[in-house]
């Protein structure tokens, strides 16, 4: 059903042209290249020529196996025990190390395990610092996801009312999102700070004294954490403009006729509102999974994927092995790894929320 | 079913008053129309009636009941507004069932009263269909539909009509009428179109700026305009005006005279108008008639056939240009000298500040 209008565009397509042509240049094309490089062995600065390796950059990056052991036995077949009643079991290096009769696990290291009865169920991977990071971001993006397209929502429809002042409302929220990413991660590694930082001032002050001081960053238990509240604070202000741009798309008359039918507030929300946020809600959880996805400023500036990988992301990890090991393939494998988990959730999404008929 | 009382009724929107004070009495099943020009405050005023609008001042009565303070869903009122309302995501049934679910109602009386509804508007068909795929008009039945269920003692439409082409708009105007006849509910109904008025009211309340001009009968307002806005606005194609000197008055009878029209004597009885008042005469154009005992003279500028009838602009000797309504077949053109004869009974006469005398 394409029209004349739509079909032979002079106009349009000159329009997009100069904008296209850069997106060709600066988008379209290095993703071609890193999905070239990933299959090479190609490093940032090298004597030695790129060689074609196939597969082998994936497998390293996703290799993972499972190996269950049975405890040391004595001689009658029973458990040994240590003195403090852990049972042994044999060493992991004799079977990841030149172990001919287990060629797969060559070269892998423990991920984390687990106890079934007696026996121990070691989950190894070849990359075990990549695989932190896919956890760390897929943690990152469950939580984000939810909590600042819901939070944004919440802000949206309590600005979107006529207020006298909303509008410095509206200016306070969307602020951050206006400031630099790393210059808000440079304030907030002030507030996060262990000894005199705003935070564990403010809980200390509320708390008379009795809530110790905790080093935010520094703490592999709270690292992630405390980069995700700051996080989602970052961003909710331009999630919620998205929201408030939906929210004044439905009709007005649509909420008249809700209260003429005595809808509550509840029940004006549920039937009149969030039907109407249909499409914005897509772009939100699109947009916010996109970004949540390729978390990687706060993280350079704020701890740097510590203390103790606890803070590692797939983006922080494809540029460290991009540029900070010269490992130009490596970075390349990760970022298409990562575009196309980002990809696959975004079908995924769409198909979640599509138009049911 | 209910009567609907207003007294003194006011609308400020900061300091600007838009509804200077409104008296109208709406008796038990009556239809009333509220017509005038685009932004002279009728949805204003029915929208306060809905209590969708504050009441600056005066006193709201539906029933026995002063609702000023009332929400709207506790009036007693449902509401049909010109732009539908009606709920997109939801199927016809689930947008007449509305109120019902809201309530928590059981699913019986849904089918019940959604099956009665659909039956009064002859749209049992369409009742799980979506709003996108029915026509404008059968989007506007949904709407009534809507308010039928909830059975209420008034029914408020907004231009109704207004979004439909103009066969369609005769159409539903039969069937709203029809509908009035079958639930015999008092109804209110807000247009700037004067036909509407006329075929559908059995009380027109016309005004002007926030003032109500006149209160009555179709043809009340039509044979007897209380002053030159009623008599302009009511009727089409519109009343002409012509300006005239008052010649003489005496118990039974004025004679007013111009250079246009010569001498008329109109039979009625009036002790404000003076002799050498500079007054207005108002001529119907349905009541000017080719030839006849006066003379109205004057040269043919345009022709309008419309088949059963014809208008002709006619310029007179000052300059002033009148509207005839004539037969279909009469023989006139551009540029030709027309003898026209008014009906001196069925003529109005204006005072110089505007009232009729
Ligand atoms: N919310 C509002 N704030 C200020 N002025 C308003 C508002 N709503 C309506 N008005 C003004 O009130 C007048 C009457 O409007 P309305 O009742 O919609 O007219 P209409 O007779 O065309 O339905 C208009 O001049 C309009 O500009
Ligand atoms: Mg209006």
């Given amino acids: 059903m394409a029209s004349k209008f739509t079909r032979s565009n002079r106009v349009g397509w ?9 997106m060709a240049i600066f988008v379209v094309l290095p993703f071609i290249f890193a999905i070239g490089l990933s299959f090479t062995n190609q490093r940032l600065i090298s004597p030695n020529p790129t060689q074609f390796v ?9 290799g993972v196996g499972v190996l269950t052991l049975e405890p040391e036995r004595d001689a009658a077949g029973a458990a040994v025990r240590d003195d403090a009643g852990a049972l042994a079991y044999p060493s992991l290096r004799s079977f990841t190390r030149n172990n001919d009769q287990y060629p797969q696990y060559d070269g892998m290291r423990e991920w984390f395990s687990f106890d079934i009865g007696e026996n121990r169920v070691f989950v190894l991977g070849r990359d075990i610092v990549f695989l932190k990071a896919l956890i760390n971001t897929v943690i990152f993006v469950l939580i984000v996801a939810p909590v600042q397209g819901g939070l944004a929502l919440g802000l949206a429809l309590l600005i979107n009312q006529k207020l006298r002042g909303i509008n410095l409302f509206r200016a306070i929220y969307f602020m951050p999102v206006v400031v630099s990413i790393v210059v808000v991660s440079l304030l907030w590694r002030f507030i996060y700070d262990g000894n005199s930082g705003l935070l564990n001032n403010l809980l200390g002050a509320a708390t008379f004294g009795a809530f110790p001081r905790i080093d935010w960053l520094g703490n592999p238990g709270t690292a992630l954490g405390s980069i995700i509240a700051m996080s989602i604070w970052q961003a909710v202000g331009f999630h919620m403009v998205i929201w408030l741009s939906g929210l004044q798309t439905i009709s007005p008359t649509l909420y008249e006729a809700a209260a003429i039918e005595g809808a509550s507030p509840w029940q004006t929300f549920r039937y009149v ?3 109407g946020l249909r499409n914005t809600a897509v772009l939100v959880l699109i947009v916010i999974t996109m970004q949540a996805f390729s978390l990687f400023s706060q993280i350079d500036v704020m701890t740097g994927g510590g203390p103790l990988d606890s803070t590692q992301t797939i983006v922080f990890q494809a540029v460290e092995r991009g540029y900070g090991k010269q490992d130009i393939s490596g970075g390349s494998t990760i970022s298409v790894v990562l575009f196309v988990i980002v990809l696959s959730i975004s079908f995924i999404q769409r198909w979640l929320t599509r138009e049911k008929t | 079913m209910a009567r609907v009382s207003l007294s003194g009724i006011k609308k400020n929107y900061g300091g600007v008053e838009i509804i200077k004070g409104v008296d109208i ?5 009556e239809f009333t129309v509220f017509v005038g020009p685009s932004g002279c405050g009728k949805s204003t005023l029915l929208r306060m009636i809905a209590g969708l609008e504050d009441i600056s001042d005066g006193t709201l009565t539906i029933g026995e009941r002063v609702v000023n303070d009332l929400p709207p869903k506790d009036r007693s009122i449902a509401m049909v507004f010109q732009s539908y309302a009606i709920f997109p995501h939801m199927t016809v049934r689930e947008n007449l069932a509305f109120g019902l679910t809201i309530a928590n109602a059981p699913k019986a009386e849904k089918d019940a009263k959604v099956a009665e509804a659909a039956r009064i508007l002859q749209m049992e068909h369409l009742l799980e269909r979506r709003p996108s795929q029915l026509s404008g008009g059968q989007r506007q039945r949904v709407a009534i539909g809507r308010a039928i269920v909830r059975k209420p003692g008034v029914f408020l439409f907004d231009e109704p009509l207004s979004n439909l082409d103009a066969a369609l708009r005769v159409d539903m105007r039969m069937e709203l009428s029809k509908l009035h006849a079958d639930l015999g509910a008092t109804m209110i109904y807000v247009t700037h ?9 059995d009380k027109i309340v016309v005004l002007n700026a926030g003032i109500v001009q006149q209160v009555g009968s179709p043809l009340e307002l039509y044979h007897r305009p209380a002053n030159i806005f009623v008599a302009g606005f009511i009727g089409s194609p519109k009343m002409n005006f012509l300006k005239v000197r008052v010649e003489a008055v005496d118990a039974t009878s004025v004679t007013v005279g111009s250079a246009d029209i010569g001498k008329l004597v109109l039979p009625r009885a009036n002790a404000t108008a003076k002799v050498g008042d500079e007054v207005t005469i108002g001529m119907r154009p349905h009541h000017l008639t080719v030839g006849g005992a006066q003379d109205i003279t004057g040269r043919v500028v345009l022709v309008e056939r419309l088949g059963n009838e014809t208008l002709a602009a006619v310029v007179l000797g000052s300059g002033q240009q009148i509207i005839a309504a004539l037969p279909g077949d009469i023989d006139v053109a551009p540029g030709q000298e027309l003898h026209l004869a008014t009906q001196a009974d069925r003529a109005s006469l204006f005072l110089a500040n505007g009232l009729a005398a």
């Fill in chain 1, 54 to 62: 196939g597969l082998a950059n994936y497998e390293q990056l996703l």
């Fill in chain 1, 14 to 22: 000159s329009m997009a042209g100069p904008a296209a042509v850069l």
């Fill in chain 2, 25 to 29: 009495d709406i008796a038990d099943g």
């Fill in chain 2, 193 to 201: 179109d004067q036909v509407e008025a006329m075929t559908l009211a």
């Fill in chain 1, 273 to 275: 509102t969030w039907p």
